[in-house]
């Protein structure tokens, strides 16, 4: 889903499990595009006064107003921690105004119990400070994709 909104040149801005809707055999569909938009030059500047889930936004994005798929890319690094918590809220015990201090100061999310070392790393590369460094959706998906062929159990 994300790897061909980037091909399209879309960000959506508010990508988080929420806006994951899943039906029939597991199928997982990203909703709630009111906050999409069409790039040009790679960049979507907000307007001033403009709303975000903050626990999940990109801190250029949430500090900046500057959105990039890149800012996708960390919100996707957060979404992952909602799935392996099964659905806890990012950031537990923060304030909004502390995970933006935080995180600017370079706080990560430490690895959720239970969830492998591999998927916390993918994580941690979704949330580098400078968002030319963070992985595209076509390496996030290459990733996952290989990784649930290695971890099932005929591969084990």
């Given at each position: ?20 809707l899943?039906?029939?055999n597991l ?19 907000a307007?001033?006064?403009?709303k ?35 659905g ?64 099932e159990?005929?591969?084990?």
């Open positions: 889903g994300m790897a061909y909104i980037e091909r399209m040149n879309y960000i959506h801005r508010d990508l988080r499990a929420a806006n994951i899943v039906g029939d199928v997982c569909k990203i909703a709630d595009f009111g906050l999409a938009r069409l790039i040009e030059d790679n960049e979507y500047t307007r001033q006064g403009a975000f889930p903050i626990k999940w936004t990109a801190p250029e994005a949430a500090l900046y107003g500057r959105f990039t798929i890149k800012s996708d890319v960390w919100s996707f690094g957060i979404l992952l921690t909602e799935l392996v918590t099964k806890r809220v990012p950031y537990p015990g923060m304030v909004n105004r502390e995970v933006l201090e935080q995180v600017e100061r370079g706080y990560r999310m430490p690895c959720p119990q239970g969830c492998p070392e591999s998927l916390h790393e993918l994580m941690k590369l979704c949330w580098k400070k400078d968002p030319d460094e963070r992985p595209t959706f076509e390496y996030i998906q290459s990733f996952l994709e290989d990784y649930f062929t290695a971890t159990p005929q591969y084990q």
